[in-house]
Structure formats: C-alpha cells, structure tokens
C-alpha cells in the first residue's frame, strides 16, 4: 500500500497532455534586465526603485550600446562618496530609452550605476523612461545629456549653494577659497598632479564639505588683501598663493598676519626682505594655471625664509624640490 502511494505521487498528472505537463513545470526563464527594470517599476507608484548592486551590474552590461562614452573614475567616485556619506539624493533620475522594439538603452546614470556596483549597497534611485522611435532618434536624445551649455560653472554652483551667505565671506573671496582648498587637501601640491590623493582632492563633495572649516582664516586672509593695490591683489588671490596663506593663517596666525600685513604694504620694507621679494614676484611672475605650484613654491620659500629671519636677494624655485612651509606639518617638507 505504502509503495502505491509513492508510485502515483510520481506522475501527479497522468492523463494530462505533454502542453499542460510543460506550464506545470517550474519556469527556467531567465528574465532579461528590461523585465526587471519594469517589474520594478510596476510596483513602485512614483518611479523610485532599489537598486542591488547586481541589478546595477546588468543595467550598465546589457544597456550600454556602441558610442557610450567611457566612465570616468573621478565622476564614479563622486557619487560613490555621496553614498558612502549618506548624502545620495534619490531624486537625481537614470534616464532609460525605450525603442519601439522593447530594447532599452542606458541615455544617462552610468557613473551613479558604476558607484552603487563599487559600493556593495543596495540604493534607491529614481528611472525615468524615455520613448524613442529607433536607434536614430535615441542617438539624438542621448547626444542631449550633459552638453557643455547646461552644465553650470563653479560660479553658479557657489551661488546656489549659499556659500557667500553660509560663510560670510565675499563673493571673489569664496570663489578662491573653492579653487585652492584642492592644493590645502593634495598636501600644497596642485590636485592635478600624479599625487595619490589628486582625485580626492578634486572632489567637488569635499571641498564644499571644507567651505565652512577654512572660513575663518580666510576671512583674516580678505581682510589683508582687500588693502592691496589692485595689481596686487589679483596675484594675491591666486590659487597656489591663497593655499599656503590659509595654510600658515592656521598654524601661525600671529606670525603669519604679520608676514602677509607685510607683504600687502612692503614698500617700506628692506629689499632683502622676504616679504618685499615675494611682493615683487607677485607683481612681475605669470602664475596661470600652468604654474600653479611655481605660486605655491614662491610663496612657502618666501615664508620659510622670513620665519628664520633670513635675506632673499632672490626666490629660486626648483622643478620637483619638495614644499617645505615653517612651522606648519610641513615644515620638514611634504615629501618626506
């Protein structure tokens, strides 16, 4: 009795047609990455999915298409730092096109879908489906995204940050603080530079973060400068120049009013003085964006020379010599 009962729960439906014995079976489907994005979707009333690191996975494998462009490590770890601090807004939509033929295309969201593989975490993000007719009009659609004319400059990002409100600080003052707080974190080398911590430096997410922690020595900084001659104080301002003048206005705030009070008014100072010889080379060097750490290096000599009370017929700078700055963490250089 017992042996019959396992012989007719093997063939639980012996009469019904193959067809039938076939839906009965358990499904070895595999669903594509378009059937998962839109069963999400399907359950999810205002468009914000989560998204495993899996599914992020697939979406940038099976929906990228030829003519993507490459991802770039610095984006991906921007948003990757935005996850990790839990500053991630899920609002910020992944545009997905959809072809009159099911296909789907990744248009916009490979950085934030790069960042959430990296991360290991599963993050809510909000996808926008967009129609396209065929591969030409997703082209188009696509070619739209991040156009260099609507992306806003570093200006207007500040503006509608607040900084000037948040920091009290002057406009002209905020927009150089941003420009040198990459050199304050690349330890006084110019973030572009093969540096370990360049792509860290350039982060935009830190720099804002820092805005309101150098505020206060950079308002003792716009106070001095601001009684500069204009011709001046332009080079004053300068990225490389602004970095080290923070930099000692933290570590030596006494001393350092003192030297750049001088440097500002160094007319009637000796002409072996540091600080007149830094005033003249301010006025007379090009310190572009190519020399950025020729202004750092001028600077920093300038300073280390006063502080030992020493005299400088001349600032020499030396391609590669390490930045040694007196009296601060770096005052054994930052290469050492």
């Known amino acids: 009795m017992h ?3 396992a012989a007719i729960s093997g063939n639980k439906y012996p009469s019904q047609s193959p067809t039938l014995n076939r839906l009965l079976e358990p499904s070895k489907k595999r669903y594509t990455i378009n059937d998962v994005i839109l ?3 399907t359950k999810s009333p205002d468009g914000v999915v989560t998204l495993a690191p899996g599914i992020a996975s697939r979406i940038l494998d099976e929906m990228n298409f030829h003519g993507q462009r490459k991802r770039k490590p610095f984006r991906v770890n921007e948003h990757l730092t935005r996850i990790l601090k839990g500053t991630w807004n899920p609002e910020y939509p992944v545009t997905l096109l959809v072809m009159s033929d099911g296909a789907m295309w990744l248009a916009d969201g490979q950085h934030r879908m790069e960042a959430i593989l990296q991360s290991g975490l599963s993050i809510r993000v909000r996808i926008n489906l967009m129609q396209a007719s065929n591969e030409h009009e997703a082209r188009r659609i696509y070619a ?6 609507y992306i806003r400059n570093q200006n207007e990002m500040l503006d509608g940050l607040g900084a000037v409100e948040e920091t009290g600080l002057k406009k002209e003052t905020v927009r150089c603080l941003f420009r040198s707080l990459p050199i304050i974190i690349n330890h006084m080398e110019h973030a572009r530079s093969n540096q370990e911590e360049s792509a860290a430096a350039r982060s935009v997410e830190a720099r804002i973060d820092l805005l309101p922690a150098w505020a206060p020595e950079a308002a003792l900084y716009e106070a001095m400068v601001d009684t500069a001659e204009p011709a001046l104080k332009r080079p ?10 923070l930099y000692v206005l933290r570590y030596q705030p006494e001393r350092a009013q003192e030297f750049w009070n001088g440097v500002v008014d160094a007319g009637a100072l000796n002409k072996d003085d540091p600080r007149q010889r830094l005033m003249w080379d301010l006025l007379n060097r090009h310190l572009n964006a190519g020399s950025i750490r020729q202004g750092i290096q001028m600077t920093a000599l300038a300073w280390t020379r006063w502080c030992e009370g020493s005299r400088m017929k001349m600032i020499r700078c030396t391609e590669g010599a390490p930045i040694v700055i007196w009296g601060t963490p770096l005052a054994k250089g930052n290469q050492s």
């Open 3 to 5: 042996a019959q009962r």
């Open 39 to 41: 069963s999400m979707l």
């Open 144 to 149: 739209g995204f991040d156009r260099p004319e």
């Open 236 to 245: 004053l301002y300068g990225a490389g120049v602004m970095a080290v003048a």
